[in-house]
């Protein structure tokens, strides 16, 4: 079936350091989108990318999406403690129901101050 | 405009007995979807529902799970018959549009069965 693969499962990292996750899918994307979700939260939607090469920014937060429209990262910037939490890929697969988004099984982030 | 709002947030229920999960979308969202996360895992697709109607359920497990969206009242997400794997997080969102649109997630239902 169609999978998106995300990794790495955890990341470990100093405040200040960057991190990046990277997402992949098994097959082209109508749309791809990323959610963070706090220890015990909830996800909250981050961003959306739709057009093949797409780059978006979020202060600290960069985003980008494949010219093959079949992957995606997340790259974030001298990280702080705020950052902590796990970060999803969620793609919505050509013909699929906006429902039917694949999420990645997410990239735990843990900064040390 | 209150979020999306999910009753109870935490749920018990020895194995055998039925677990009602209840989700009211954001005002002005006729969309809903449900989604199921285990511990250390992403989310899965259960449902996606409009006002009434069953969209997509291909994510649903054949048995014991059912939802539905009434014309009026919250979506509820009925699982029969609990059994231990179906301890999980179940998550509501919702959103206005059907397609290519952010969605807004509840706070979820921590489901333990016992």
């Known amino acids: 079936g169609q999978q998106v693969m995300q990794i790495p499962q955890y990341q470990h990292v100093q405040e200040g350091e960057d991190f990046t996750t990277y997402c992949n899918s098994s097959?082209?994307?109508?749309?791809i989108q990323w959610y963070k979700q706090r220890p015990g939260g909830h996800p909250v939607f981050l961003i959306q990318?739709?057009?093949?090469?797409e780059v978006k920014k979020q202060k600290r937060l960069t985003f980008q999406f494949g010219e093959a429209k079949k992957n995606s990262s997340l790259h974030i910037t001298a990280t702080q403690t705020t950052d902590v939490g796990t970060y999803f890929c969620?793609?919505?697969?050509?013909?699929?129901?906006?429902?039917?988004?694949?999420f990645g099984k997410g990239t735990k982030l843990s900064v040390k101050p | 405009n209150a979020g999306v709002m999910q009753n109870p947030r935490h749920l018990v229920r020895r194995r055998g007995q039925e677990a009602r999960l209840r989700c009211s979308p954001m005002?002005?969202?006729?969309?809903v979807y449900w989604y199921r996360q285990l511990p250390e895992e992403g989310l899965k697709f259960m449902v996606y529902?409009?006002?009434?109607?069953?969209?997509?359920e291909s994510g649903m497990p054949k048995e014991r799970f059912s939802a539905e969206f009434p014309k009026e009242g919250p979506s509820i997400l009925r699982i029969q018959q609990v059994v231990r794997g179906d301890s999980a997080a179940y998550f509501c969102?919702?959103?206005?549009?059907?397609?290519?649109?952010?969605?807004?997630f509840g706070q979820g239902t921590r489901l333990t069965v016992v």
């Open positions: 005002k002005g969202h006729s969309h």
């Open positions: 097959t082209t994307l109508s749309n």
């Open positions: 990318l739709v057009k093949s090469g």
């Open positions: 529902l409009q006002k009434e109607n069953i969209i997509d």
């Open positions: 969620a793609g919505l697969p050509y013909g699929g129901s906006q429902g039917n988004l694949i």
């Open positions: 969102a919702s959103s206005p549009l059907r397609q290519e649109t952010e969605a807004f």
